[in-house]
């Protein structure tokens, strides 16, 4: 079974920094895509950013120049850096991880999520 466990999380004010943390762990094979994703209080989901195996890295608007998607292969743990912070940036942050574990195709596992709260 594969397991994601978020980390990092917490509280800090506006202009503030924090480093988020999603190592998984289990029978892994291989990992392609992980991904970190926001559910802000009364709305969906949003992706956020995401880095490929290869270190390819993609952001929402809203995030560009201030968050750094990073990723430890050996670890198998991806890492989100977010300066700048706005209380806008307040929300749950999700890991997502497409994961190879020996069944017939790999699939989506997902953290259970860590609190950002940025005050004003």
């Known amino acids: 079974q594969v397991q994601l466990v978020e980390s990092g999380g917490g509280l800090v004010q506006a202009g503030g920094s924090l480093r988020l943390s999603c190592a998984a762990s289990?029978?892994?094979?291989?990992?392609?895509?992980m991904r970190w994703y926001r559910q802000a209080p009364g709305k969906q989901r949003e992706w956020v950013a995401a880095?490929?195996?290869?270190?390819?890295?993609t952001y929402v608007g809203s995030v560009k120049g201030r968050f750094t998607i990073s990723r430890d292969n050996a670890a198998n743990t991806v890492y989100l850096q977010m300066n700048s912070l706005k209380p806008e940036d307040t929300a749950v942050y999700y890991c997502?991880?497409?994961?190879?574990?020996?069944?017939?195709?790999?699939?989506?596992?997902w953290g259970q999520g860590t609190q950002v709260t940025v005050s004003s």
């Open positions: 880095i490929s195996s290869s270190g390819t890295t």
């Open positions: 289990g029978r892994i094979f291989s990992i392609n895509f």
């Open positions: 997502n991880a497409n994961i190879d574990s020996g069944s017939h195709y790999p699939r989506d596992y």
